[in-house]
């Protein structure tokens, strides 16, 4: 019986140092090139690359102020977007920041430090973006005025809606009526 017992602790253990080296060896690797860009006094917008061939489903980020304990982790499933906008920074404060790859067997280990300094908010810093009107650049512009195919979307929604309604209103005076 203790023979018996040995073996399956035996067999149990092989089997679980197997899988362990199984999903090590398939994890993604981390990401390389982080960089900030389109650094302000309360936002900056991070970039990074992963090397191909890997199956990526989604990217963890990290961002630690430099003096203090301050932390938050942005984890984004789903996605094959290679930016992140870090949002309510302080101005002129440090902060660390590293990136990590999120594959299906888990995640790569975290990317090189940088470190990067928020400005004044007398500062701009001169983006290398081609595209000055990006959202990530400026944020949300709460005075933009719906475009056409926006407006054309919400008729067709409400139209819809309505036609639902009187849908059910008619089968409603059909079943009350039985």
């Not at 197997?18 to 650094?39: E, I, K, Q, T, Y």
């Not at 963890?60 to 984890?75: A, L, P, V």
């Not at 290398?128 to 979307?153: F, H, M, W, Y």
Request: proline share 3%; hydrophobic share 40%.
């Amino acid at each position: 019986m203790s023979c018996l017992l040995v073996l399956v602790n035996c067999v149990v253990l092989l089997l679980f140092a197997s899988d362990m080296f199984l999903v090590s060896g398939n994890r993604p690797p981390a990401p390389v090139n982080v960089s900030v860009m389109h650094l302000r006094a309360d936002s900056a917008t991070i970039s990074w690359e992963v090397p191909e061939g890997d199956v990526i489903i989604g990217f963890s980020i990290s961002q630690q102020r430099q003096q203090g304990h301050t932390q938050r982790f942005i984890r984004e499933v789903n996605t094959t977007s290679r930016t992140c906008v870090l949002w309510d920074l302080d101005e002129e404060t440090d902060y660390i920041i590293q990136v990590q790859s999120i594959g299906l067997y888990g995640e790569s280990q975290a990317s090189k430090r940088v470190h990067f300094r928020t400005l004044k908010k007398s500062d701009r810093f001169l983006s290398n973006s081609s595209n000055q009107d990006d959202p990530a650049v400026e944020g949300v512009d709460k005075s933009r005025q719906l475009q056409t195919g926006e407006v054309i979307i919400i008729v067709v929604v409400l139209l819809m809606w309505a036609a639902v309604i009187a849908l059910f209103c008619r089968q409603y005076d059909i079943i009350k009526d039985n």
